[in-house]
């Protein structure tokens, strides 16, 4: 990177300095010619100002002339013609001033003439002198203008180029540093050190490489954090799975052995944790068809009253047993909502299923209906849930370090499961806390059109 940084540097700065070094070369040759052009007018007008007031004659002091203007004056050439009186131009011209650039009826009309060839300049001034038009042909080459100063700017373009060299160097590695880190870093944590992070670039707000650090630092932290509730998920469900597992062969040998004290009990025992390690497999199972959008949705018109009502008379004689009260709350009549019949009844059993496991007495349900569509809420009057907790309930590998104690019914991937099941309707989740106490955990789906429920 520096080393591209540096070659882009140098080659910006000698290009800069090549279109400013071409730019004033070009226009110091213009003013120079233009200088030079004027300065001989003035020089051929002078001339013949001096021989009309020495009345000299051309054809006599002519070599004289030549030779001493032309030293005097630095000029590259210096001839004196004249007109024939057929309007002809006689007489040597100046070396480099070709024939057709004179115009003989515009010099016997008395008009200077002047032109380039190259970077020779000359000039052409008509005078008359003793009835005889004598025309003084004067030339000189322009130089560029920068003649003198050309060492200098070659001096000046070279430094220029090493202080852009250095500063581009200097700056390279300065960018190039973070770059290197982030790079490091990126490596450690795709090897797994995913404690890895990155100090902040100081910087102004939107700096490009603070941004890079702190990306790539929440990055890290999101993996971090995700290995972590992997670990504490592995190992919820390896304790799910080993306490049936423990059951069924421990009373499973008794009964093989003879030394079951109740046989049909322990039937009972093992045909009740086969159907915890069912219910496991069955919610791990749901798990990955979501993750892998490998189930399909068949969405109608579905009354949550109903939904609600059913999933309660389902739970009721579990409910019983732990001497819980379950309730509904709902308006009169139906509420509608767009949902799949069989995916909303496997929602709300999952939100009673985790009710059962912490509330003390009752579980109450409730049917309303909000901005967002209409809503299913389901209270219980146990511990809560802590206000860290909260935005975390409904992911799957989330254990939180205050759950309370519950019953070992459930695979503890119930509210996972209602999350993505609820979002793939179009509806929300939501948990919070009872108003009685307790925890609220609820939902909302839209609502049909033309369904005519007030909101």
Do not use: C
């Not at 060492?151 to 200097?170: M, P, Y």
Request: glycine fraction near 10%; proline fraction near 5%.
């Amino acid at each position: 990177m520096t080393r591209r940084l540096v070659l882009v540097m140098v080659a910006t700065v000698a290009a800069t300095l090549l279109l400013v070094g071409g730019t004033t070369l070009i226009v110091a040759t213009v003013q120079s010619r233009a200088t030079t052009e004027a300065d001989l007018r003035e020089l051929a007008a002078s001339i013949n100002e001096g021989m009309l007031g020495a009345g000299q004659s051309p054809a006599a002091s002519r070599p004289a002339l030549v030779t001493a203007f032309r030293r005097a004056l630095r000029l590259d050439g210096i001839e004196l013609m004249g007109l024939t009186r057929n309007g002809q131009l006689a007489g040597q011209r100046p070396e480099g001033v070709p024939a057709e650039a004179l115009d003989a009826q515009a010099l016997a009309a008395g008009q200077v003439q002047s032109g380039r060839v190259g970077n020779l300049v000359w000039v052409a001034d008509p005078v008359e002198l003793r009835n005889r038009t004598v025309i003084t042909v004067v030339t000189r080459r322009a130089g560029s203008g920068v003649a003198d100063a050309a060492g200098w700017f070659l001096l000046a373009s070279l430094l220029t180029l090493l202080i852009g060299g250095v500063v581009a160097a200097l700056v390279g590695r300065r960018l190039a540093r973070p770059v290197r880190q982030a790079d490091d870093a990126a490596r450690r944590i795709a090897a797994g050190e995913l404690s890895t992070r990155l100090p902040t670039p100081a910087g102004p707000a939107g700096d490009e490489l603070a941004d890079l650090a702190e990306s790539i630092n929440t990055m890290a932290e999101s993996l971090e954090r995700s290995k972590g509730l992997e670990q504490q998920f592995l190992l919820s469900v390896s304790h799910d799975l080993r306490t049936p597992l423990t059951s069924i062969r421990g009373y499973a040998e008794a009964i093989s052995d003879g030394t079951a004290p109740d046989a049909a009990r322990a039937a009972t025992v093992i045909t009740r944790e086969a159907g915890r390690l069912d219910r496991l497999v069955t919610d791990l199972v749901d798990l990955a068809r979501l993750d892998a959008r490998s189930f399909a949705l068949v969405l109608t018109q579905v009354d949550l009253v109903h939904a609600a009502r059913a999933g309660v008379t389902a739970i009721e004689p579990e409910a019983a047993r732990l001497g819980l009260s379950v309730t509904v709350s709902a308006p009169p009549g139906a509420v509608p909502v767009r949902a799949d019949p069989e995916r909303l009844g496997q929602v709300i059993a999952n939100l009673l299923e985790n009710a059962q496991k912490f509330a003390r007495t009752s579980i109450h349900v409730s049917v309303g209906s909000t901005r967002a569509g209409a809503e299913l809420a389901v209270d219980d009057d146990g511990p809560g849930i802590a206000p860290e907790d909260l935005p975390h309930v409904f992911e799957r590998l989330y254990v939180s370090p205050h759950r309370p104690p519950r019953s070992e019914s459930g695979s503890g991937l119930g509210l996972a499961i209602v999350h993505q099941l609820v979002s793939a309707m179009g509806g929300e989740v939501r948990a919070g806390s009872a108003p009685g106490g307790g925890a609220q955990l609820a939902f909302s789906l839209p609502v049909p059109s033309g369904s005519g429920l007030q909101r």
